[in-house]
Structures are given as structure tokens and as C-alpha cells.
């Protein structure tokens, strides 16, 4: 089992900067990819980023240039750097992994972070 802490959400004004952190625990030797997503009220949860266990990082359209993913894969952490936001960037973001089979770990898994919330306003 892996288990997903996020941390770092809260109110900005319109153009300023946060930091969110997901940390993982438990058999985290077996996570591959590492993803963040949001969901904002009445919306479909939009996948922003991910970034693989070999430091492939992809970009969802809607955040390339305002936003970074940073992984270490020693603190099996993910962060997510979010500049320039918008009120439309205003949802509850959660953290994901997953794991899959390969010699020594079982799967594949999925798993989600609790969520936290990150508010835009203008």
C-alpha cells in the first residue's frame, strides 16, 4: 500500500504563486508515475502533470509555463510550482501514483491524496 499526503493549498490573489507538496509513504519502492490533477466544482478532474519514475514530465495545455512538476525520488515526494494563477485555476488538486508489476512489486495500483484546496481570487 502507498499513502498520499498533499500539502501546501490555500488563497491567493489573481497572478500570485503557490507550492503544493504530495508525499508518499508506505511501499513507495514500487511507484512509478507521479501525477497531480484538480477538480473544480461541476468539472471532470483534468490530470495537470506527471512526471515517471525516470523523470519523464509531461504538461497538461491548460498550465505549460505557469506551472513545474519537481520529483525526488529519494523523499518520494512530488511538487507542484504554480505561478501566475487564475481564478479558472481555482479546484481542489490531488496528488496520484501508481505502481506496477515488476520484479519485487505487485500491481498494477493506483492511489489518490486526499486533496487540497487552492482558491484564485481576483
Known amino acids: 500500500q502507498v499513502q498520499l499526503v498533499e500539502s501546501g493549498g490555500g488563497l491567493v490573489q489573481a497572478g500570485g504563486s503557490l507550492r503544493l507538496s504530495c508525499t508518499a509513504s508506505?511501499?513507495?519502492?514500487?511507484?512509478?508515475?507521479m501525477a497531480w490533477y484538480r477538480q473544480a466544482p461541476g468539472k471532470d478532474r483534468e490530470r495537470l502533470g506527471y512526471v515517471s519514475s525516470g523523470g519523464t514530465t509531461k504538461y497538461a495545455d491548460s498550465v505549460k509555463g505557469r506551472f513545474t512538476l519537481s520529483r525526488d525520488n529519494a523523499k518520494y515526494t512530488l511538487s507542484l510550482q504554480m505561478n501566475a494563477l487564475k481564478p479558472e485555476d481555482s479546484a481542489v488538486y490531488y496528488c496520484?501514483?501508481?505502481?506496477?508489476?515488476?520484479?519485487?512489486?505487485?500491481?498494477?495500483?493506483?492511489?489518490w491524496g486526499q486533496g487540497t484546496q487552492v482558491t484564485a481570487v481576483s
Open positions: 496520484w501514483a501508481d505502481r506496477t508489476s515488476s520484479p519485487g512489486c505487485d500491481g498494477p495500483y493506483t492511489y
Open positions: 508506505g511501499d513507495t519502492i514500487c511507484i512509478s508515475t
